[in-house]
């Protein structure tokens, strides 16, 4: 891409392992010099934190302690105030931004340093969907004036930007942008783990797994009555790996069930993952139905493994999922469907899950999208 040019990559909830990371090194194999901006406050934690990443650069906000608050809502600014800033007090400005929304301030605040600087390329990086994705619809319904207000300074400023990338489809249609040619989805990736052909499959028992936080979008008890239910048809087993607020309630009510429950606690070897992902049959990924999510990092962690999925969530993954034969959407067939399973069925689920994530979520395929993209800005 010719001289050295500048590129800021903005997260204000420090996605950079999930999501921003495929921005940088793609960008700085190109040529540029990158400088990744988060805020010093840890979302989950509810904590100050120093950011892992190299050289970058954190502004300090308010803490909070609930997610529906006042205090987050003024963090937010705080940090998308703090960029706008930061940004202006630079010598030089950047040939291109890279923000992560939400928070949806973000969009006010930098759509309105793209007017002041025509020439710098922005691009917006939907990766959730706020006030939509909030979990409970009573709640929505009783702040629906400032959800709407709040969804507003998202929606009023996002064509600012030279280009629009959602990380999943169903956002666009939830949005109403999926006709407008400059924006494109760009699908969460992670590193495919080599796991050995699945050679043959043990059916005596059916073994399932839970991997990741677990918080107030996973629906504890339609799992608890899933695994209830197929624990009477085939024994079964459930493996859960990670931790979250809600993971004393998940275990009490996975305790219920009559299966056999291993909780394992926080894993990041992959090796040690995978000794435990290779027993399992299927990954747990259910949340509420109310949810405005599409696809999860859960599921492209399953799906890494080879893991097909029972699943509950919309959109882009039901559709993978149903087109795809890399699981089952979960309804009340479901469960007398896997317990009858035969092992050459098994091994076909985790073929077509190793072929629908080498087609869509390895690493090489979501950095040739990015590069048309950027190419095209």
């Known amino acids: ?186 699908y969460l990736s992670t590193q495919r783990f080599e796991n050995p052909p699945a050679e043959n499959i043990n059916t005596e028992r059916i073994i399932l797994c839970y991997l990741g936080s677990v918080n107030n979008v996973i629906d504890i008890q339609r799992i608890e009555s899933f695994i209830k239910q197929l624990n009477t048809l085939k024994p079964c087993k459930v493996n859960v790996i990670g931790n979250g607020d809600r993971m004393d309630d998940f275990l009490c009510a996975l305790n219920k069930t009559g299966a056999e429950i291993k909780f394992h606690g926080i894993v990041y070897d992959n090796e040690k993952k995978y000794k435990i992902l290779s027993e399992c049959h299927f990954g747990l990924n259910i949340v509420k139905s109310s949810v405005c999510i599409a696809l999860t990092m859960k599921s492209i962690d399953y799906w890494s493994f080879d893991l097909p999925i029972i699943n509950t969530v919309f959109g882009d993954t039901l559709e993978l999922v149903e087109n795809e034969k890399i699981g089952f959407n979960l309804n009340e067939t479901t469960a007398k469907t896997v317990a009858s399973l035969r092992e050459e069925e098994l091994i076909c689920l985790r073929q077509n899950v190793q072929k629908v994530f080498d087609e869509n979520f390895e690493m090489s395929v979501i950095k040739s999208k990015l590069e048309t993209i950027i190419k095209n800005l």
């Open 1 to 186: 891409m010719g001289d050295e040019k500048i590129a800021i990559l903005i997260s204000c909830t420090d996605h950079y392992r999930e999501r921003v990371y495929i921005f940088d090194s793609f960008l700085s194999d190109n040529g540029y010099k990158t400088q990744y901006i988060a805020s010093d406050f840890h979302h989950i934690k509810k904590t100050t934190f120093k950011c892992s990443v190299k050289d970058s650069i954190q502004l300090h906000v308010r803490p909070y302690k609930k997610n529906l608050s006042v205090s987050r809502i003024l963090s937010h600014r705080d940090f998308a105030k703090g960029v706008y800033n930061y940004l202006n007090n630079l010598t030089c400005e950047p040939d291109l931004i890279i923000c992560e929304i939400p928070p949806n301030f973000l969009a006010k605040y930098i759509s309105k340093y793209k007017k002041h600087h025509p020439k710098v390329k922005l691009i917006f990086d939907i990766f959730d969907l706020w006030p939509e994705t909030f979990p409970s619809n009573s709640m929505k319904r009783l702040f629906k004036l400032p959800f709407k207000i709040w969804g507003n300074l998202r929606d009023k400023n996002i064509f600012t930007a030279n280009s629009i990338i959602t990380e999943c489809n169903m956002y666009q249609k939830v949005l109403g942008i999926a006709d407008n040619p400059n924006v494109n989805t760009l």
